[in-house]
């Protein structure tokens, strides 16, 4: 699964033609600051986002909690080139908010008065940071819950602050797991930055590749961004090399919710409205406008095929990732060895390539395989070959299982690591091979962190476009790209339907999910 | 099985899988569901296969690869399938195609391949993804400049690159050139999409085509210096700025005006009321256009049917419909321009070979780049 990546990075080796000397002259300065302020805000917008509302919905028991519990998840259903066009709409000049201002207050032009520009890095800090933070809520709050109350009552009987002390620090892996995720999508996204004409690297990608021609210095570009996020995740794994994190407590029972008085019931549903308000009902509520305006598009019955399609491309890939991420994390955690390490690293990071960066480099090394396969099989039957991988849905698949590995990887890899070592060696001493071990004793264990895992690939796939766009066969139509074609020349109202369903679509399987790790979380507390 | 001290080791492993497998079902709920979604998921992989070999023939169909949005080209696709029998199939996407072409090589199902911006096609042209075609129908509807003197591509349609101003606040006259745009005099008054959009670093290679880089970069630096907010939006959005009194030029493409003025939605309507469209440099070298075009596929199988479809895009009645779809020019000087377009007035237009556009294009990029558009 590493082969497209390697194959993006054996692009970049190619002759650029003394481009970087004019890109380090003119644009490069600018893209660099330009993504290193983006990352920072959108990192640390989802880090306030994600952790206090996880922590809030752990902690504290208010009325309207177990709703709040997963509607939190919700914005991530939003893809965040929607919610930027949206919100354009919403807050530019002609919109509603600015007009009711003008009527207000009796202003005539834009000279009368001082709006914010959203399409601005703090816009798309926003933007972002409102549908990016159910990475960090979800994997936050699985660690706290996860944290046997033994160790918290340590804390309170030492009267320190749960948070600080226990809550946080125990939770430290999993949060930077999805920190790790909010990161490489924000150096990945292209969409967003596109529409905000923010210039970071990813247009400076574009712009190498596509203006002046020049493919390996895009790909090149494109290995720097990938180079700041492994710079960033080896920065934490250094900060705690030292620390190990396990659990063992036996009778694993979660925190016990505090009842929350009427200030705190107020502060808690501000913390958590606010992240749903943004991220969800707003955008969703302007689209459903345009639906209910008529705006809409009157082949309802394309859409529904193509609704379909989503779907299955989505589960697939939802499957065969968690499968691949169970492969790779136990072997790494379980018969380390450095090349292997260092393997299943690079095959989990395709998600900080531009999707459709990543897709060139999985169809170059499709249609490679292809004529190696050719040249095999005309050689030795005669026979002439059609194409096999380029130009099917396996190749869509394979590319979205490439760049979606690392969330599989990292929600699988959270989970693993809090897994007592000698949990295995007693496997084995009861005379269970690895495989063997693996199957009885570390999946079980790991079924939440599988859930989680395979619900962001779902909701990911769902919301997929780039990829699917270049790789897909003829006629092949899923939500995103049916949505694609309208929204490209920012006609919201025909794309609101397409639009929609790929949030509720993704809804669905959101509620059912965590309504199912809820329940499987407390079943294990209660069964033991 | 390092590690465990067994007589047997072989059978007993055999006996341990054997047991797991028998238990699997009974004991651990979640790894069965994923098995359950693993086994779908190959599922879908294997019918993948199935669809993708089923797309692959050749005969009365066409497969088409489109930088094109499908509800453009849909209308000729229709009108095609009327007339010959002959199904198209589309595999649309705005980046990369090129690429998938190159890496599919000699297996690709691709016919026809059609784009927008003469530089896109020039790149395909480059790495010899497209056949030389010679067809007297294609060479004479389609004006020398504006087609590959190898036969490879052909302009299909046309839409000029035209200054929009605001109706109220500029007066007739004041603005005729795209040269005026660098004038201090419009100073924080000028609304762009960013420059190395493909349109506007289209109109900056026919800038260094007419004054040299040096010129054009000139040219450029006075344009950034006037501009009335950070280049952004496409040329829909520089149109609403229009109407929201944010600028009073903006550059566009022509069809776009048309678009606006005949949308469903009145808020769309009451933007292009806001502003007038100029031809630029009628006195000179003329307005600056650029193509949507196509080519034949290099490995096409199918490539007889793949240049009857070119040909048909060039003949009268596809002409016409570029029009009344999507408001741009025919190519074809014997067919009249669509009424809504005809009713913008004729006007001279830029006759460089349109090749050099594409080949200028690398370097305007360069100095869209030193000067920040």
């Known amino acids: 699964m590493a082969a497209p990546i390697l194959s993006v990075i054996a692009a970049a080796t190619g002759d650029s033609e003394g481009l970087w000397a004019h890109l380090f002259s003119t644009v490069l300065p600018r893209y660099v600051a330009n993504t290193l302020a983006l990352m920072a805000g959108v990192g640390g917008l989802s880090l306030v986002l994600g952790v206090s509302t996880a922590w809030v919905v752990t902690r504290y028991e208010f009325p309207g909690r177990r709703v709040l519990e997963w509607m939190l998840v919700l914005p991530f259903a939003v893809p965040a080139y929607l919610i930027a066009y949206v919100y354009t709409d919403f807050l530019d000049y002609a919109g509603p908010v600015q007009g009711a201002l003008r009527d207000a207050f009796g202003w005539q032009t834009r000279r009368d008065y001082w709006f914010p520009e959203i399409r601005s890095m703090w816009g798309a800090i926003v933007v972002m940071g409102a549908v990016l933070y159910p990475y960090v809520y979800m994997m936050a709050r699985t660690a706290f819950k996860l944290t046997p109350h033994t160790l918290f009552e340590i804390a309170r009987v030492h009267d320190r602050g749960l948070f600080r002390t226990v809550g946080l620090p125990l939770a430290r892996p999993a949060i930077a797991a999805g920190l790790a995720l909010v990161l490489m999508e924000t150096v990945s996204d292209f969409g967003t930055v596109d529409y ?11 712009n190498v590749w596509l203006g002046m021609n020049s493919l390996p210095a895009a790909a090149q570009i494109a290995s ?60 969703v509520g302007l689209l459903l406008s345009f639906v209910v305006k008529g705006y809409a598009l009157p082949d309802y019955g394309d859409v529904l095929t193509v609704a379909l399609n989503s779907v299955v491309v989505a589960l697939a890939v939802a499957a065969l990732v968690m499968a691949a991420a169970a492969l790779m994390v136990v072997t790494v955690a379980y018969r380390p060895s450095r090349p292997l ?34 040249g095999l099989i005309s050689g030795m039957m005669g026979l002439s070959f059609e194409g096999f991988l380029t130009g099917g849905i396996g190749l869509v698949l394979f590319a979205c299982m490439v760049r979606f590995q690392a969330i599989g990887y990292g929600a699988l890899a959270s989970g693993v690591n809090r897994l007592p070592r000698n949990i295995v060696s007693a496997g084995r001493v009861l005379g269970l091979s690895l495989p063997a071990n693996l199957v009885r004793v570390i999946l079980p264990l790991l079924g939440t962190s599988f859930l989680a895992g395979g619900l962001l690939v779902f909701v990911d796939v769902m919301k997929e476009l780039p990829m699917t766009l270049l790789l897909r066969p003829f006629g092949f139509d899923t939500l995103a790209t049916h949505l694609y074609q309208y929204a490209k020349d920012e006609l919201l109202e025909q794309a609101a339907v397409p639009a929609l369903l790929i949030v509720f679509a993704g809804t669905g399987p959101v509620i059912l999910m965590n309504e199912a790790l809820r329940r499987l979380g407390e079943g294990r507390a209660g069964s033991r | 099985m390092r590690g465990i001290a067994v007589a047997a080791p072989g059978e007993r492993t055999a006996r341990v899988r054997r047991g797991v497998l028998a238990r699997v079902g009974a004991a651990m709920r979640p790894p069965t569901r994923v098995g359950a979604l693993g086994l779908l998921g190959s599922l879908a992989v294997l019918s993948g296969f199935a669809w993708a070999a089923s797309g692959v023939q050749a005969g009365d169909e066409l497969n088409l690869y489109s930088h094109r949005q499908p509800f453009l080209i849909e209308p000729f696709l229709e009108a095609f399938t009327a007339e010959t029998g002959i199904r198209v199939n589309v595999v649309y996407a705005s980046k990369g195609l090129a690429q ?20 896109r096609l020039a790149i395909y042209a480059d790495k010899d993804l497209l056949a030389p075609v010679e067809s007297a129908v294609l060479t004479e509807a389609v004006p020398a400049h504006l087609r590959d003197p190898d036969g490879r591509w052909f302009a299909l349609s046309k839409r000029a690159r035209v200054i929009a101003v605001s109706k109220d606040r500029v007066p007739p006259g004041a603005i005729q050139n795209y040269e005026n745009l660098a004038d201090p005099k419009w100073a924080g008054l000028v609304c762009s999409r960013p420059g190395s959009h493909v349109y506007n670093r289209a109109l900056m290679a026919s800038m260094i085509a007419a004054h040299g880089e040096d010129g054009a970069e000139k040219w450029a630096t006075g344009l950034v210096a006037n501009l009335a907010r950070r280049p952004q939006g496409n040329d829909r959005a520089q149109v609403k700025a229009i109407y929201e009194g944010l600028c009073d030029v903006a550059l566009i493409n022509s069809y776009y005006y048309g678009k606006l003025a005949s949308s469903d939605i009145e808020e769309q309507r009451a933007w292009a009321a806001s502003m007038k469209m100029i031809f630029p440099n009628q006195d000179d070298r003329g307005t600056h256009i650029n193509i949507s075009g196509g080519g034949v596929a290099m490995h096409s199988k199918n490539k007889e049917t793949a240049v009857a479809f070119l040909e048909f895009l060039t003949r009268e009645a596809a002409q016409e419909l570029y029009g009344t779809v999507n408001y741009e020019f025919p190519v074809n000087l014997a067919v009249e321009a669509a009424p809504a377009v005809r009713a913008w007035g004729a006007f001279e237009e830029d006759s460089l070979p349109i090749v050099r556009i594409a080949e200028l294009a690398p370097t305007a990029q360069r100095v869209i780049d030193r000067t920040g558009w």
């Open chain 1, 196 to 206: 905000f004409a923010l210039e970071t690297l990813t247009l400076g990608i574009f």
């Open chain 1, 224 to 283: 720097l961004g990938f180079l700041f996020v492994i710079a960033m995740l080896v920065l934490e794994l250094m900060s705690r090399r030292r620390r190990r994190y396990v659990d063992t407590g036996r009778r694993m029972r979660s925190l016990a919710r505090l009842r929350a008085g009427p200030a705190q019931v107020a502060a808690c549903l501000a913390v958590c409205l606010l992240p749903v308000t943004v991220g969800f009902l707003i955008p």
């Open chain 1, 341 to 374: 390490t260092a393997l299943a690293g690079i095959a989990s990071s395709g998600y900080a390539f531009p999707g459709t960066i990543l897709a060139i480099g999985v169809v170059t090394f499709a249609g490679a395989v292809d004529r190696g396969l050719d």
């Open chain 2, 100 to 119: 998938r072409l190159q890496a599919e090589g000699k297996n690709s199902p691709a016919d026809v391949v059609l784009t927008v911006d003469i530089g």
